[in-house]
């Protein structure tokens, strides 16, 4: 019998994923069930459970896929050389972010998990390791900023990141619910706000 090839499982994975958020979307986390996933991908039960064992599964590989991408964004703005200021590293992340912002994107399902997390202690433990990732790198990208003195001397990495990190679900949120502001205006006010101490 022929071997399957990586190609083909990477394929059939990212369809029940891609199932997987639709019914998500559609119905939210908590009302859909693996039955209703498996139907949408038109898929077995047993290929499905091959590669997700739960919801929680599901939720965890679409997560971690979305915020892989948003700090892939970051990485090379940690190797940047010189180090970029915090606000152009800011603008790259809402940048990579503003598809998944779309009616069938994948923001939607992140509101979904945040708050199945509050009662769901397999879902907090997901969005305390995938979004720490992210919170930890706008950590690293303030300590940069602050030392090629984009920022003031006195300046607190930890503070200055976690600030920028909930800026990226507060631009997300805005945008979801009122359609506006967009991401130029968005950052202008926010360098507004700071007296322009983060732009270079």
């Known amino acids: 019998m022929p071997r399957v090839s990586e190609a083909h499982l990477a394929a059939r994975r990212q369809q029940i994923l891609e ?8 119905n939210g986390f908590h009302a859909t069930s693996m039955q209703e996933v498996i139907a949408e991908a038109g898929l077995s039960v ?8 739960s ?17 892939a964004t970051l990485t090379p703005i940690l190797d940047a050389d010189p180090p970029v200021p915090v606000d152009e590293a800011l ?3 809402l940048a990579a972010l503003e598809p998944q912002l779309k009616p069938d994107g994948a ?3 992140a509101v979904q998990v945040w708050a199945e997390s509050l009662r769901n202690p397999a879902l907090r433990d997901l969005v ?4 720490g990732t992210m919170h930890d790198q706008f950590v690293a990208v303030a300590r940069r900023a602050r ?9 607190d990495p930890v503070a200055v990141g976690s600030v920028l990190f909930s800026l ?11 359609g506006t502001p967009d991401r130029a205006t968005y950052l202008a006010g926010l360098r507004t706000l700071l007296g322009g101490r983060m732009a270079a």
């Open 128 to 131: 305390e390791e995938v979004y």
């Open 19 to 26: 199932a997987a958020r639709v019914c998500f979307t559609r």
């Open 168 to 178: 990226v679900p507060g631009y997300g949120l805005q945008y979801v619910w009122l």
């Open 107 to 109: 923001f939607r399902f």
């Open 55 to 71: 919801k929680e599964d599901l939720a965890r590989a679409i997560a971690e896929q979305v915020i892989g991408m948003l700090s």
């Open 147 to 155: 030392d090629a003195g984009h920022l003031p001397d006195d300046a």
């Open 91 to 93: 603008d790259s992340v």
């Open 46 to 53: 047993g290929a499905v459970y091959r590669y997700f064992k």
